[in-house]
């Protein structure tokens, strides 16, 4: 059974940092690229960082500079570091592990940047 969950969410202020991770289990991890998504209430789902079972990396234009995605093939983890956030990062954040047509979702964890 294959397992993405998600963990570091929280309450942050403006100009703050947060690391998110995401555990995988049930699949061969280095395999996998991985990514972190996240949905605003009543906005799409969209990209934020990925990156490849290689190591390379992508990032949403609105994060550039600010967020950085690693893997851990060690420890089946994927994080995503968020510095200098900003109130309009608040959304509901998903781990996502793909190969070829398959695709695994997290449940989400939460990311508030309010003062």
């Known amino acids: 059974q294959v397992q993405l969950v998600e963990s570091g969410g929280g309450l942050v202020q403006p100009g703050g940092s947060l690391r998110l991770s995401c555990k995988a289990s049930g699949i061969i991890f280095r395999l996998y690229g991985m990514g972190w998504y996240r949905q605003a209430p009543g906005k799409q789902r969209e990209l934020v960082a990925g990156i490849s079972s290689g190591g390379s990396t992508n990032y949403a234009d609105s994060v550039k500079g600010r967020f950085t995605i690693s893997r851990d093939n060690a420890k089946n983890t994927v994080y995503l570091q968020m510095n200098s956030l900003k109130p309009e990062d608040t959304a509901v954040y998903y781990c996502?592990?793909?190969?070829?047509?398959?695709?695994?979702w997290g449940q989400g964890t939460q990311v508030t940047v309010s003062s």
């Open positions: 996502n592990g793909w190969i070829a047509a398959m695709s695994y």
